[in-house]
């Protein structure tokens, strides 16, 4: 048995797993990551780009920014071990001791030997859908689950393997074993993660839509597919049927959400967003385009995303149909689809278009239903784990916690913020069984920077595979001639064992001091390699690596004489750059382990909770008097929950917390950044206090949006929505004589002022509207909205809303609600676009669905050194990947601050905001990245560019030597000041000017 009580096992490697695997691993917990896919990555390899930005970005995902894909990530820890192709069949034991037992599949060919030469795909008969981009491409019964997939090596399907054993006799290097038996092993664990996340809702289970019978109706997994530049149609949208050009496409909406017909009575939450980046591409792509969607609600609620669908409209020119649809046929000739549809006022309308796109919903994955059964975790009655609001990432089970879209329909940044919150409460759990992990110890390296050097060139043919494409004869013959290469030899594989260990003998038998590797991607060979050589006292940045393979013998495998040619002159490159390189060896800088959190409401409490759970000292700074921000004016959530109780349970826990040092109507007045630390000065008690920290968490909360009009402050039976919580809560005795109430939606949001989404005032309307109806089920409430926006399983409470009579009118934008005295009574006016005609409403008490803004942080962002977004809004690193850090390593934002939110989730971001902290604070010292920038004082003019364009705040002049420096603790190397440099000042380590024009003058010659 592997793994011990202070280990995790996260179950499902799509983001929400990868992240908590990732967040585990950096605080030092051996993490096993299990897929039951051939490959992780869950749906995350199917986006090209991600909305608003429309830019990949996830590649961001790391704890540890930048880096690349959280896929290699996850491959390259040395915490994590991947259990692809694998399946939970039993858990024993309780939280704390778990017993899990595996079943590892058969995946018939062997990661370590399969060079993905891809002649076994060729000679194998079988051909059948691929599941990558829902059926659109075929597949042999041998392939690769995607391009980037990790394990990077081909499977075989045994559903659909015929065993002709073809395959077999063309596999050179003896990759394929037909003959492969699945295997049991068992983990023991002391916490258990939940990452499963989701399943595309079947698009044949709507049979009147056509898909699987029309060519032209795609699913929006499809057309996904369709708009990838690695797609067989290179990211053009063509038709399925003719391949001709698309120049009208439709976009029909909610198909398997909001559907209790089909099981599927929850709203899915993301499939308005992502079908609005689809359009956009697809009319990035091809000019002309046509784009109609069919829809009953428009749901943007992220955030920026409400910006992002306006500018869909105004600049794209993207048409929203508010719409039912009736048929849609297929017009024999053409393949053209016929949607037949009834418009908002109850007319039908025909219309013609080339292709349509279903937007599915989601589903939970196929058989969780059996595997929660073995784990006694609980479902919702829609299939999803069952969690408590208030502690949204444990699940019925102690010890097992759930994150992502397992536990809910939800979008990227929701689910990187869940997998997060799901790590920090695993974390927490595991503190009295946690073990230190072993440190691994080198020799002593040798001093190589000063010899003259003697380079050592290895080319990897890739089990003979490259050889196809290049001629080696020509190659080894090339760099013979180049200067300082005292040694050259093929090797077969250099990333097994047996090659490796020929490198090894050879540095030591020709006394080697610099390296260059040329074969496959140095993603793929780097890690093995650096360990190899560390382990000798080799300094692995005296390595240098051509790829050969992906960037010369499988993109030019037609043309193996200009490949050859290529090939060589990224090796000579490789050459004249090693033999200036100079060894580096990473500095640290230690780090103090205490966090500071400003902001004591909901999500500040629950963040400083979390990291004094995970051994730290807090400071939580709070301006106000009292603990509980907004938490204070809450008192019953839509799903039934007392928030006050929580409250109480908060204020206590922190108060009696030793680890928690409150600092209640305390200043935040200055900040400063130290190697490795941070250092804060407040004012409490007419005292200034220095606070040192190595973390900074702002959860500094926002405010109701104060409604302008209506009567609002003019007539006291006009109120917000916040203010009849309060009414209906303490029982107000002016409720008894209100028999009429109209709800108007949108005050203050999505206009001009506010020109986002409040995301929880739909919900806030819905949550007032059944406690009125609870109280009096015969009085009559109208809520006049312009989008109902109730996402994921807030649904439910929508339609329980209308079963019992709530009436809901839409209104639009240029047609506002208008409020008026009519006779010393209130009457609310609009334009009804289902009527086709004005009407009047009678009402007792007018309820004002207020928005959210943030509170002033202008001078904390200036203290802090941290962006605002355009709403006031702290800014993150990056909206996707990162949405609770900032640019700056060490700072974190949480709560109403961030973005508006309902209480469950903004429990989970002070989660997250926790576990992105802790993970940075486990560690005993920040170690520098490897190519820091560095100062040639001679040549800097101290004219300050540098300091200007670092976004990371790591440049800084010296007042004395007038002179540039940089805090190596926290560069990134992401050279900006040494391109802003004019006078070559800046420089960065083995990236100098005059090793780069080496490099370039070699592939010029």
């Known amino acids: 048995m592997r793994g011990d009580k202070g280990s995790a096992l996260v179950i499902g490697a799509?983001?929400?797993?990868?992240?908590?695997?990732?967040?585990?691993?950096?605080?030092?917990?051996?993490?096993?990551?299990?897929?039951?896919?051939?490959?992780?990555?869950?749906?995350?390899?199917?986006?090209?780009?991600?909305?608003?930005?429309?830019?990949?970005?996830?590649?961001?995902?790391?704890?540890?920014?930048?880096?690349?894909?959280?896929?290699?990530?996850?491959?390259?820890?040395?915490?994590?071990?991947?259990?692809?192709?694998?399946?939970?069949?039993?858990?024993?034991?309780?939280?704390?001791?778990?017993?899990?037992?595996i079943l590892r599949k058969p995946r018939f060919v062997d990661p370590k030997r399969c060079t993905l030469c891809e002649a076994c795909i060729k000679v194998c008969p079988v051909e059948v859908e691929r599941e990558f981009g829902g059926g659109l491409e075929k597949r042999k019964a041998i392939y690769l689950p995607y391009p980037q997939a990790i394990p990077h090596s081909l499977v075989i399907d045994p559903k659909t393997c015929v065993r002709c054993g073809e395959c077999e006799k063309v596999c050179s290097p003896g990759a394929i074993d037909l003959n492969m038996k699945e295997e049991q092993e068992n983990i023991e664990a002391g916490a258990i993660l939940l990452g499963f996340g989701f399943e595309p809702f079947i698009a044949q289970r709507k049979g009147e839509y056509g898909f699987g019978r029309y060519e032209n109706v795609m699913s929006s997994v499809?057309?996904?597919?369709?708009?990838?530049?690695?797609?067989?149609?290179?990211?053009?949208?063509?038709?399925?049927?003719?391949?001709?050009?698309?120049?009208?496409?439709?976009?029909?909406?909610?198909?398997?959400?909001?559907?209790?017909?089909?099981?599927?009575?929850?709203?899915?939450?993301?499939?308005?967003?992502?079908?609005?980046?689809?359009?956009?591409?697809?009319?990035?792509?091809?000019?002309?385009?046509?784009?109609?969607?069919?829809?009953?609600?428009?749901?943007?609620?992220?955030?920026?995303?409400?910006?992002?669908?306006?500018?869909?409209?105004?600049?794209?020119?993207?048409?929203?149909?508010?719409?039912?649809?009736?048929?849609?046929?297929?017009?024999?000739?053409?393949?053209?689809?016929?949607?037949?549809?009834?418009?908002?006022?109850?007319?039908?309308?025909?219309?013609?278009?080339?292709?349509?796109?279903?937007?599915?919903?989601?589903?939970?994955p196929q058989g969780i239903k059996d595997l929660a059964g073995k784990m006694g975790v609980q479902l919702n009655q829609q299939g999803f784990c069952q969690a408590d609001e208030f502690d949204p990432a444990q699940t019925s089970v102690e010890g097992i916690f759930v994150g992502g879209a397992f536990r809910g329909p939800r979008d990227i940044p929701e689910t990187v913020v869940e997998g997060s919150s799901a790590a920090a409460s695993a974390a927490s759990f595991l503190i009295p069984n946690r073990l230190p992990q072993?440190?691994?110890?080198?020799?002593?390296?040798?001093?190589?920077?000063?010899?003259?050097?003697?380079?050592?060139?290895?080319?990897?043919?890739?089990?003979?595979?490259?050889?196809?494409?290049l001629s080696f004869f020509d190659l080894i013959l090339g760099t013979k001639l180049l200067r300082e290469v005292v040694h050259i030899e093929e090797v077969g594989l250099a990333c097994l064992p047996e090659d490796l260990d020929l490198i090894k003998k050879r540095i030591g038998e020709e006394g080697l001091n610099r390296i260059v590797i040329a074969g496959c991607s140095h993603r793929e060979i780097r890690g093995p390699m650096e360990e190899m050589v560390r382990g000798m006292g080799f300094n692995p940045y005296l390595i240098e690596y051509a790829n050969i393979r992906e960037q010369c013998a499988f993109v030019h495998k037609d043309y193996p004489n200009l490949a050859t040619e290529k090939a060589m002159s990224l090796i000579r490159m490789a050459v004249e750059r090693v033999k200036r390189f100079q060894p580096i060896r990473k500095g640290k800088q230690k780090?103090?382990?205490?966090?500071?959190?400003?902001?004591?409401?909901?999500?500040?409490?629950?963040?400083?909770?979390?990291?004094?759970?995970?051994?730290?000292e807090v400071y939580l700074v709070e301006k106000r008097k009292e603990l509980g921000g907004n938490l204070?004016?809450?008192?019953?959530?839509?799903?039934?929950?007392?928030?006050?109780?929580?409250?109480?349970?908060?204020?206590?826990?922190?108060?009696?917390?030793?680890?928690?040092?409150?600092?209640?109507?305390?200043?935040?007045?200055?900040?400063?950044?130290?190697?490795?630390?941070?250092?804060?000065?407040?004012?409490?008690?007419?005292?200034?206090?220095?606070?040192?920290?190595?973390a900074l968490i702002l959860a500094t909360g926002g405010k109701e949006i104060a409604p302008q009009g209506y009567l609002y402050g003019e007539d006291s039976r006009v109120v917000t929505q916040r203010q009849l919580e309060k009414m209906i809560h303490l029982n107000d005795k002016g409720l008894k004589d209100v028999h009429s109430v109209v709800m108007i939606q949108c005050v203050g949001s999505r206009d001009e002022e506010?020109?986002?989404?409040?995301?929880?005032?739909?919900?806030?309307?819905?949550?007032?509207?059944?406690?009125?109806?609870?109280?009096?089920?015969?009085?009559?409430?109208?809520?006049?909205?312009?989008?109902?926006?109730?996402?994921?399983?807030?649904?439910?409470?929508?339609?329980?809303?209308?079963?019992?009579?709530?009436?809901?009118?839409?209104?639009?934008?240029?047609?506002?609600?208008?409020?008026?005295?009519?006779?010393?009574?209130?009457?609310?006016?609009l334009f009804d676009p289902a009527m086709n005609s004005p009407i009047t409403l009678p009402a007792d008490l007018v309820v004002l669905s207020a928005g959210i803004e943030p509170n002033d942080h202008k001078e904390l962002a200036k203290i802090f050194d941290v962006d605002l977004n355009p709403d006031g809004f702290f800014m993150e690193a990056n909206p996707k990947s990162a949405p609770l850090d900032s640019v700056d390593r060490g700072k974190f934002f949480c709560g109403l601050c961030h973005s508006p939110n309902f209480i469950e989730d903004a429990i989970s971001q002070g989660n997250a905001a926790a576990a992105r902290a802790g993970a940075l604070l486990s560690k005993e010292a920040i170690e520098e990245k490897a190519y820091l920038a560095y100062v040639i004082k001679r040549l800097c003019c101290g004219c300050g560019l540098c300091v200007t364009v670092c976004p990371y705040g790591a440049r800084v002049l010296n007042e004395e030597e007038v002179k540039a420096e940089v805090i190596g603790s926290l560069c990134q190397g992401c050279g900006s000041c040494v391109i802003a440099?004019?006078?070559?000042?800046?420089?960065?380590?083995?990236?100098?000017?005059?090793?780069?024009?080496?490099?370039?003058?070699?592939?010029?010659?």
């Not at 990555?41 to 590649?59: A, E, H, I, Q, R």
């Not at 072993?438 to 001093?447: F, I, L, R, S, V």
């Not at 190589?448 to 003979?464: D, M, N, Q, R, S």
Request: net charge neutral; with cysteine.
């Open 438 to 469: 072993p440190q691994k110890e080198y020799p002593m390296e040798g001093a190589l920077g000063a010899e003259i050097p003697k380079i050592g060139v290895f080319l990897c043919h890739c089990g003979e595979e490259l050889k196809k494409s």
């Open 222 to 364: 499809q057309f996904e597919r369709l708009l990838s530049t690695s797609s067989p149609t290179q990211g053009l949208p063509v038709r399925v049927s003719d391949g001709k050009k698309m120049e009208k496409i439709a976009f029909i909406q909610c198909v398997g959400s909001r559907a209790p017909s089909c099981g599927q009575d929850h709203c899915s939450t993301i499939c308005c967003m992502y079908a609005t980046k689809q359009a956009m591409i697809a009319k990035d792509r091809s000019s002309g385009l046509g784009v109609t969607f069919f829809y009953m609600d428009i749901r943007p609620m992220g955030k920026d995303y409400e910006r992002y669908y306006e500018r869909a409209k105004t600049d794209y020119g993207i048409e929203y149909v508010r719409s039912a649809i009736s048929s849609i046929k297929e017009l024999q000739q053409t393949k053209n689809l016929l949607i037949t549809y009834v418009k908002e006022d109850g007319t039908f309308e025909e219309r013609e278009f080339d292709a349509v796109v279903l937007s599915v919903g989601f589903t939970p």
């Open 14 to 101: 799509g983001i929400a797993g990868m992240q908590s695997a990732l967040l585990l691993a950096e605080m030092g917990i051996k993490v096993f990551l299990l897929e039951q896919g051939p490959a992780i990555g869950g749906y995350f390899p199917l986006l090209d780009k991600t909305f608003p930005t429309n830019s990949c970005g996830v590649c961001f995902m790391s704890p540890t920014p930048p880096a690349f894909c959280p896929i290699y990530e996850c491959h390259l820890h040395d915490n994590i071990e991947l259990l692809p192709y694998s399946e939970v069949t039993k858990v024993e034991g309780k939280g704390g001791d778990f017993n899990v037992t």
């Open 754 to 829: 506010h020109p986002y989404c409040s995301r929880i005032c739909c919900g806030h309307a819905v949550k007032n509207a059944l406690k009125l109806k609870e109280k009096d089920p015969d009085i009559n409430i109208y809520v006049l909205y312009r989008d109902v926006r109730t996402y994921g399983f807030y649904e439910t409470y929508y339609t329980e809303a209308r079963e019992k009579g709530v009436i809901f009118i839409r209104y639009d934008l240029e047609n506002k609600p208008k409020v008026a005295l009519q006779g010393g009574s209130l009457q609310a006016a």
């Open 632 to 694: 204070r004016e809450s008192f019953y959530t839509l799903k039934g929950s007392n928030p006050q109780d929580l409250l109480s349970q908060l204020i206590k826990s922190v108060e009696g917390n030793p680890s928690i040092h409150l600092y209640s109507e305390a200043e935040v007045l200055g900040f400063e950044k130290k190697n490795g630390h941070y250092q804060t000065k407040i004012r409490h008690q007419n005292e200034e206090k220095i606070l040192d920290h190595g």
């Open 591 to 616: 780090i103090d382990k205490k966090g500071l959190v400003v902001g004591g409401g909901l999500t500040g409490m629950t963040t400083s909770l979390h990291l004094a759970e995970q051994g730290y």
């Open 981 to 1005: 440099c004019r006078n070559a000042a800046s420089q960065q380590r083995n990236f100098e000017k005059e090793l780069n024009l080496a490099a370039l003058d070699a592939v010029i010659d």
